[in-house]
């Protein structure tokens, strides 16, 4: 059986890139949980309201809460329909996130292992450019992080070394 990384080499020499969308596993599990908070927030919110007990900090706390949580099933939901936002990984760099942050192969100065507590481990590409912000790729598109890092550094080496 082949390997994940030799899988999307071969997908990035035929197609000219590989694009990562997100994980339909991962997003259902944080749209139950999302589901989970945002009743329980509601339900809190009608007990209090029948209460009389929703003036101060905590009745205001309370709305934003259940306000929290709309936005996050939202998302969760408009994420699962549109599985956005991508990575694409082609032969100008790498492009990620929903404003669709890009990273030529030469402004990439360093390509980070995958750190982090496990289930919101990242791979960090930093670029060249102290001022810019690093590109964060997370499980919520790739699965195979630790694959994920060499498999970067060697298409970064390859196109490099083409571009010069």
């Known amino acids: 059986m082949m390997s ?6 071969t997908e990035f020499d035929t197609a000219g890139q590989v694009v ?9 599990v944080r749209l139950a949980i999302g589901v989970v908070l945002l009743g329980n927030s509601i339900w809190s919110n009608i007990e209090h309201i029948r209460d ?6 905590l009745g205001v706390l309370r709305v934003t809460a259940l306000a929290a949580f709309v ?10 329909i549109t ?4 990575v694409t990984v ?4 790498i492009k990620a996130g929903l404003t669709r942050r890009s990273l030529d192969w030469h402004q990439i100065s360093r390509i980070d292992d995958p750190a982090g507590m496990s289930p919101f481990t990242t791979v960090q590409l930093h670029p060249t450019d102290r001022l810019s912000r690093a590109v964060h790729i997370s499980k919520d598109n790739v699965l ?3 694959e ?14 083409h571009d010069t």
Do not use: C
Request: charged letters at 20%.
């Open 20 to 28: 990562f969308p997100q994980r339909r596993n991962r997003l259902l």
């Open 71 to 80: 936005y996050i099933v939202g998302l969760t939901l408009w994420q699962l």
């Open 83 to 86: 599985r956005r936002p991508v």
């Open 144 to 146: 195979e992080l630790t």
């Open 4 to 9: 994940t990384a030799t899988t999307w080499t």
């Open 90 to 93: 082609d032969a100008t760099g």
């Open 148 to 161: 994920l890092s060499p498999w970067l550094r060697t298409l970064q080496a390859r196109h490099l070394t």
């Open 52 to 57: 009389d007990d929703m003036s101060g900090a």
